[in-house]
T-cell receptor
Framework: NAGVTQTPKFQVLKTGQSMTLQCAQDMNHEYMSWYRQDPGMGLRLIHYSVGAGITDQGEVPNGYNVSRSTTEDFPLRLLSAAPSQTSVYFC????????????FGQGTRLTVV | AQKITQTQPGMFVQEKEAVTLDCTYDTSDPSYGLFWYKQPSSGEMIFLIYQGSYDQQNATEGRYSLNFQKARKSANLVISASQLGDSAMYFCAMRDSTGANSKLTFGKGITLSVRP
């Protein structure tokens, strides 16, 4: 099984550019989410989804858009990249429920210059 | 609102000794799950152990055990017989059923270094 696949693994953007981070899972999970990881800050939730057509904001949603047109895919869009968005981004998926563990992608290291 | 607190500074442990990593949490939901993840220097997130709020016994997974004290709202991870490969960042996380969305919330993490 592929699990959770994130692409790309590394990306350098110029300030003001836009891009989409891709996330796909093949486990038929209802719940998908995006986190950013910064030194000393842990993993902070950007956006999440509990099913196709349903998305909601997390702790740090500004500057990011998401959509969930299928169960499998949950892309994260940076509309106009800023240096403050330099971070490591993780996609995670799981079944819904308090007892369900999340599976993570390998992460994307994004640098905005 | 959910909250996970990990306040220990970087932790050090001698190889083959046991170490406890602290985690406290806050939720008003009676039904919740607590998770620990390991992040080695390579960056991937590895699930270690799970504890449910209604579980009567502390969870164990090999050398990992969870010291769950519900009244104190703490869920400390105990690693027995530490190995060099245990050197990593460790994250405590929680999800509850507030709003039926069961968001997964993480603490800031603890860095563990195992000394030979």
């Amino acid at each position: 099984n592929a699990g959770v696949t994130q692409t790309p693994k590394f990306q350098v953007l110029k300030t003001g550019q836009s891009m989409t981070l891709q996330c796909a899972q093949d486990m038929n999970h209802e719940y998908m989410s995006w986190y950013r990881q910064d030194p000393g800050m842990g993993l902070r939730l950007i956006h999440y989804s509990v099913g196709a057509g349903i998305t909601d904001q997390g702790e740090v949603p500004n500057g990011y858009n998401v959509s969930r047109s299928t169960t499998e895919d949950f892309p994260l869009r940076l509309l106009s990249a800023a240096p403050s968005q330099t971070s490591v981004y993780f996609c995670a998926s799981s079944y819904t429920g308090t007892q369900k563990k999340a599976f993570f992608g390998q992460g994307t290291r994004l640098t905005v210059v | 609102a959910q909250k996970i607190t990990q306040t220990q500074p970087g932790m050090f442990v001698q190889e083959k000794e046991a170490v406890t990593l602290d985690c406290t949490y806050d939720t008003s939901d009676p039904s919740y799950g607590l998770f620990w993840y390991k992040q080695p220097s390579s960056g991937e997130m590895i699930f270690l152990i799970y504890q449910g709020s209604y579980d009567q016994q502390n969870a164990t997974e090999g050398r990992y055990s969870l010291n769950f004290q519900k009244a104190r709202k703490s869920a400390n991870l105990v690693i027995s017989a530490s190995q060099l490969g245990d050197s990593a960042m460790y994250f405590c996380a929680m999800r509850d059923s507030t709003g039926a969305n069961s968001k997964l919330t993480f603490g800031k993490g603890i860095t563990l270094s195992v000394r030979p």
